[in-house]
């Protein structure tokens, strides 16, 4: 099955802008979706398809892709987005499969 | 708005069957346009996708779980359910439902609000 990369953990300093980047060769076929998730609750859809963020996420997320890479971005981070960050795509190897990936540990510093 | 919630036991015997439901408000299952999903996270790690079902009842399972899961639904009640059989520690998990686009993009964009299963005697 397919797999997604992200690298561990960023941080970023209050303010500034931080990327986030996922890899894999599903993203050739399929947008990824982006969930932020903080101790003890639920993931929460940020982002979707080319650059779509759902009813009350800031503007400051966005998200973005190129080739096997997708990108999800925090402009301006705030200390609220300090949180999980995971990744998701369909499965080019298998039909109505997902994948998610290991996700990214954002410290806003 | 859209909720979902889960139900169901917090301790599962290993090589029981562990049986969850999640109950729909907001949104109708039986209108179609959505699947309805299962995903679970072991302790301090990633998600992972188990399955959903859509209203008409058809399923689909992640390779890995294909032989231990069952998902059902129940239009009429507003639920629906997961099963795995033979657990074992390893199914030790935050389990959530969440309900999933049902074509491009692709998403999960309602989730509950997750409920933890022990597996252990």
């Known amino acids: 099955s397919s797999e997604l990369t992200q690298d561990p953990a960023v941080s970023v300093a209050l303010g500034q802008t931080v990327r986030i980047t996922c890899q894999g060769d599903?993203?050739?076929?399929?947008?990824a979706s982006w969930y932020q998730q903080k101790p003890g609750q639920a993931p929460i859809l940020v982002i979707y398809g080319k650059n779509n963020r759902p009813s009350g996420i800031p503007d400051r997320f966005s998200g973005s892709s190129s080739g096997n890479t997708a990108s999800l971005t925090i402009t301006g981070a705030q200390a609220e987005d300090e949180a999980d960050y995971y990744c998701n795509s369909r499965d080019d190897t298998g039909y109505h499969h997902y994948v998610f990936g290991p996700g990214t540990k954002v410290t806003v510093l | 708005q859209v909720q979902l919630q889960e139900s169901g036991p917090g301790l599962v015997e290993p090589s029981q069957t562990l049986s969850l439901t999640c109950t729909v408000s907001?949104?109708?299952?039986?209108?179609?346009?959505?699947?309805w999903s299962w995903i679970r996270q072991h302790p301090g790690k990633g998600l992972e996708w188990i399955g959903y079902?859509?209203?008409?009842?058809?399923?689909y399972y992640n390779p890995s779980l294909k032989s231990r899961v069952t998902i059902s639904v129940d239009t009429s009640e507003k639920q629906f359910s997961l099963k795995v059989s033979s657990v074992t520690a390893a199914d030790t998990a935050v389990y959530y439902c969440?309900?999933?686009?049902?074509?491009?993009?692709?998403?999960?964009?309602?989730w509950g609000q997750g409920t933890l299963v022990t597996v252990a005697s």
């Open positions: 079902i859509y209203y008409s009842g058809s399923t």
């Open positions: 907001g949104a109708s299952i039986s209108r179609g346009g959505y699947y």
């Open positions: 969440a309900r999933a686009s049902g074509g491009s993009p692709y998403y999960f964009d309602y």
């Open positions: 599903s993203l050739r076929s399929y947008y």
